[in-house]
C-alpha cells in the first residue's frame, strides 16, 4: 500500500476504490476508527471460519462496537475496546461458545496484534433469525 498526502489527511488507492484517512470524520476515516475495524471484522471473520468448521454455520455475525475508551494523555491511544457479537444459526449451541470465543481471540491476527496494549472485551449473544 502506498499512502498520499492530501489536503485533509491521506488517501490509498485500494482493489475496492479509494480510502481516505483523514483526522476530520467529514473527509474520511479516522485512523482509530480503522484499527477498531480491523480488530472487529477480523474477530468476525475468525468467528465465521470456527464456526463453519465446528459444523455450526452461522446465517449472520453482527459485531458492534460498544464502547471506545481513549487515554486522555498518551496521544489519544486505544485503551479499551468492546466488541459484542451477536450471532444467529439455527446449528449455534449455546455451552461451545465460550470455546468459540476463545478460539477467535486466539486466531485473529489483529486481536493478536494488541494484546497487551488495549483492553479488548469480548462479549456475545446468540440471536434469532427474524
Known amino acids: 500500500m502506498k499512502f498520499h498526502m492530501t489536503e485533509n489527511g491521506f488517501d490509498t488507492e485500494t482493489e475496492f476504490g479509494t480510502l481516505h484517512i483523514s483526522s476530520n470524520e467529514e473527509k474520511g476515516f479516522r485512523p482509530y476508527q480503522l484499527m477498531v475495524a480491523s480488530i472487529a471484522a ?6 465465521r471460519k470456527i464456526l463453519e468448521k465446528m ?17 486522555q494523555e498518551d496521544a489519544s491511544r ?22 468459540i470465543m476463545d478460539l477467535t481471540e486466539k486466531n485473529c491476527s489483529m486481536l493478536q496484534s494488541v494484546i497487551g496494549c488495549i483492553d479488548v472485551v469480548k462479549t456475545y449473544e446468540i440471536g434469532k433469525l427474524k
Open 78 to 99: 486505544l485503551e479499551k475496546i468492546h466488541l459484542h457479537f451477536t450471532i444467529i444459526g439455527s446449528a449455534i449451541k449455546e455451552e461451545k461458545m465460550p470455546r
Open 42 to 47: 477480523c474477530g468476525g471473520g475468525v468467528m
Open 55 to 71: 459444523r455450526m454455520p452461522a446465517d449472520d455475525i453482527s459485531i458492534e462496537v460498544k464502547e471506545v475508551v481513549r487515554s
